[in-house]
């Protein structure tokens, strides 16, 4: 099955997309990538939905990537007498260590230690997703005095966030822990780490998957956009998360926001995703708003490798709708020349090495010569993000010894991914090569291709050869 689009799509799944025949429907409208959220559901929950992805992979004889989304730092304020009170604009209100006296229209607790230490007068907090703004007029020793800028309704255990400030926090909690290794068991393909500030926060993930899986970093806060070309590096993929981040950032600048971190990566030549709302309409209603699938043809013109359902997959009422209905978009979208036009006028110039100098050159010998497909000879999946990066005309058949990296390689754009046997030569290579893309329904007889690989087969990150191939 070959996609006729070059973006990809994830699709979350839950209680509305769990079954072995559901999420094969979901596949087969256009699903690349599942996503497993583990903010909800239990292990259980958890391993029925994997092991249901990999029959349905086994059925339709395709790669399927998994990504498994870690839930991240929870900060929230505590409970109440009452269940809920009413802040006023302009009355004072206080935020202290006292889990359990319950709070009250004056006071509540916020069991979190971290956030006292990184406040300072004139911080703002922001509750339940940002509907309730309180500015720090005074910080003493577990106690925290505020003014209420914004007010409403604030109930049990709703969420706090701290714009603008980088809390000392891992990004990794007791249960990030106990659930990444639950995943990594299962043999997940990707790892998506919530609460990203710093580059360490990475770094600290990676040496706990040691190469088990891809690293996705959720860019949901301020302090990781400022810091963001060393996360990207960091990280093998990046999820534009646009909910928090809409909560911790004005919504007038998550737009641009959105467009900063989709060329970082583009130039880092790594895989990004845009998530959150983007059919979200599509929850109840079988149709999207004009609005939201505008929103979704900004992202592929832009240049994203996969775009995301939540809650639209997940939990609503038409998930295979939700995602047939993205695929036409992207499908849509991708045939306007303009979009074309915008992925070369959006191409950063490429970095001074062997891996780049070759993805260049595969580029332009395939517009050149309007080759049938190019091809990677991969084992880690570099060689074929490397060409990936240029976007070149035409599809990208990535050609790999390792099931998992054609799982990974299922999230990046214009790639379809093969996992087949190992090759001794490089007259084997461009044997399999030309083999594969004619099964595969990418070239046909006397077709050429241009393929890509890395000398000495089987070590990573060694792209360093170009070989053009006609079909016999």
């Known amino acids: 099955m070959q996609r006729?689009?070059?973006?990809?799509?994830?699709?979350?799944?839950?209680?509305?997309?769990?079954?072995?025949?559901?999420?094969?429907?979901?596949?087969?409208?256009?699903?690349?990538?599942?996503?497993?959220?583990?903010?909800?559901?239990?292990?259980?929950?958890?391993?029925?939905?994997?092991?249901?992805?990999?029959?349905?992979?086994?059925?339709?004889?395709?790669?399927?990537?998994?990504?498994?989304?870690?839930?991240?730092?929870?900060?929230?304020?505590?409970?109440?007498?009452?269940?809920?009170?009413?802040?006023?604009?302009?009355?004072?209100?206080?935020?202290?260590?006292?889990?359990?006296?319950?709070?009250?229209?004056?006071?509540?607790?916020?069991?979190?230690?971290?956030?006292?230490?990184?406040?300072?007068?004139?911080?703002?907090?922001?509750?339940?997703?940002?509907?309730?703004?309180?500015?720090?007029?005074?910080?003493?020793?577990?106690?925290?005095?505020?003014?209420?800028?914004?007010?409403?309704?604030?109930?049990?255990?709703?969420?706090?966030?701290?714009?603008?400030?980088?809390?000392?926090?891992?990004?990794?909690?007791?249960?990030?822990?106990?659930?990444?290794?639950?995943?990594?068991?299962?043999?997940?393909?990707?790892?998506?780490?919530?609460?990203v500030q710093r580059p360490e926060d990475v770094v600290e993930v990676k040496r706990i998957v040691a190469g088990r899986a891809g690293i996705v970093a959720k860019l949901e806060k301020p302090a990781a956009i400022a810091s963001l070309?060393?996360?990207?590096?960091?990280?093998?993929?990046?999820?534009?998360?646009?909910?928090?981040?809409?909560?911790?950032?004005?919504?007038?600048?998550?737009?641009?926001?959105?467009?900063?971190?989709?060329?970082?990566?583009?130039?880092?030549?790594?895989?990004?995703?845009?998530?959150?709302?983007?059919?979200?309409?599509?929850?109840?209603?079988?149709?999207?708003?004009?609005?939201?699938?505008?929103?979704?043809?900004?992202?592929?013109?832009?240049?994203a490798d996969a775009v995301m359902l939540s809650a639209e997959s997940a939990s609503g009422r038409y998930p295979i709708e939700a995602v047939r209905m993205m695929d036409r978009i992207i499908a849509q979208t991708e045939e306007d020349p303009f979009c074309r036009e915008a992925l070369a006028a959006s191409k950063s110039p490429c970095h001074r090495d062997k891996a780049d100098a070759i993805g260049a050159a595969v580029s332009h010998v395939a517009s050149l010569l309007q080759v049938s497909a190019t091809v990677a000879y991969t084992n880690s999946g570099y060689s074929a993000l490397r060409l990936a990066r240029e976007r070149p005309q035409g599809p990208i058949l990535a050609i790999t010894p390792r099931l998992t990296t054609a799982r990974q390689l299922a999230l990046a754009w214009g790639i379809h991914a093969v996992a087949i046997g190992d090759v001794e030569n490089v007259t084997e290579m461009t044997e399999l090569a030309c083999e594969t893309a004619q099964c595969e329904g990418l070239a046909a007889k006397g077709a050429t291709i241009v393929i890509a690989a890395g000398m000495p087969f089987g070590t990573a990150g060694t792209t360093n050869l170009l070989r053009i191939a006609q079909i016999d």
């Open 229 to 303: 070309d060393a996360v990207v590096a960091e990280s093998d993929a990046v999820m534009v998360a646009r909910g928090d981040l809409g909560v911790e950032m004005p919504p007038e600048q998550v737009p641009a926001i959105q467009k900063r971190i989709v060329r970082a990566c583009r130039k880092a030549g790594k895989p990004v995703i845009v998530a959150t709302q983007m059919l979200e309409s599509m929850i109840d209603t079988p149709v999207p708003t004009r609005a939201e699938a505008s929103d979704v043809a900004t992202a592929i013109y832009d240049g």
């Open 4 to 195: 006729k689009r070059n973006a990809k799509i994830v699709a979350t799944l839950g209680p509305a997309s769990s079954d072995v025949a559901t999420i094969r429907a979901l596949f087969e409208a256009g699903a690349d990538v599942f996503r497993l959220n583990f903010s909800h559901g239990t292990h259980a929950d958890h391993r029925a939905r994997l092991e249901a992805i990999r029959q349905v992979e086994m059925e339709v004889g395709r790669p399927i990537g998994v990504l498994l989304d870690l839930q991240g730092p929870k900060l929230r304020v505590g409970t109440f007498a009452q269940g809920a009170v009413t802040l006023v604009e302009g009355a004072e209100f206080q935020l202290d260590m006292d889990r359990e006296r319950p709070g009250d229209t004056t006071r509540v607790s916020m069991p979190h230690p971290e956030i006292f230490d990184a406040l300072v007068e004139g911080t703002d907090l922001l509750l339940d997703d940002g509907r309730i703004r309180l500015r720090v007029e005074e910080v003493r020793a577990g106690t925290v005095r505020t003014r209420v800028i914004a007010g409403g309704r604030l109930s049990d255990r709703k969420g706090v966030n701290v714009p603008g400030v980088v809390l000392s926090i891992s990004a990794l909690t007791a249960k990030d822990r106990a659930d990444l290794d639950f995943g990594l068991t299962l043999g997940v393909d990707w790892v998506a780490l919530s609460f």
